[in-house]
DNA sequence: TTCAAATATTTAAATGTTTCGATGTTTTAA
DNA sequence: TTAAAACATCGAAACATTTAAATATTTGAA
């Protein structure tokens, strides 16, 4: 339908997108954030990650905006609230890209 | 034949382990030595890399030594030359606590 | 044994990250 | 409209990372 340029692009990571990723991957705090995604209903809400995390609020808010920036999370307003989603598939790309980096 | 608790251990990663390969993965020349595996023949020599980026040998040997830390790569001296090999089975732990992210 | 090649370590500068306190913005509820 | 709850941004301190120059170590060859 979109023909072959269009196929790679959807599929293919480039090397700073898999930078980045790592990068938002590289704290502890932020791969306890992402954990909790599986133990909650698949969304997570700002201050429930205030609750788990011993960081204050303006660390917390740090975090998350990483994880967005990386596009692994996506926030959805919700009032006064934030919700965010994990985005399953950003997380599965990147995780081709790595398998990618396995012999044939 | 090692029993459930040792079966646990070599699967499961735990969180500074994954913390330390996403900080591993998290620069490009690092991603870039990765990428020549599959180029090369499942291994490459630490004076390739020097070739490869355009970086002094200080800094090229310390990258190397970030990925041999996070045991992503594995070094075999062979005389004064330094091969590396990739660690698959790091790699595959690695991308299976990625997709445990994943729900369900 | 001595020299040169290959790699590692040390040091220091530049830059980036993490964290918190203070403050700003947005939104709901009184 | 005002107060307060939820979140973001700013500024600064503490710490970590990247890089290169200088130097050290290890090893093979002469």
Redesign the interface.
């Known amino acids: 339908m979109y023909g072959y340029f269009y196929y790679l692009c959807a599929v293919m990571m480039d090397?700073?997108k898999?930078?980045k990723i790592?990068?938002a991957?590289?704290?502890?705090s932020r791969?306890?954030i992402?954990?909790q995604?599986?133990k909650r209903n698949?969304c997570l809400y700002c201050a429930e990650v205030h609750d788990i995390l011993d960081l204050t609020q303006p660390s917390v808010s740090h975090h998350l905006k990483q994880l967005v920036e990386a596009e692994l999370l996506l926030p959805e307003k919700e009032g006064r609230n934030l919700k965010y989603i994990?985005n399953?598939e950003v997380?599965?790309e990147?995780?081709s890209s790595?398998?990618?980096?396995?012999?044939k």
Chains 1, 2 share one sequence.
């Open positions: 090397n700073k898999i930078e790592s990068r991957l590289s704290d502890a791969i306890t992402l954990q995604f599986r698949d994990l399953e997380l599965s990147y995780i790595l398998n990618d980096l396995k012999g």
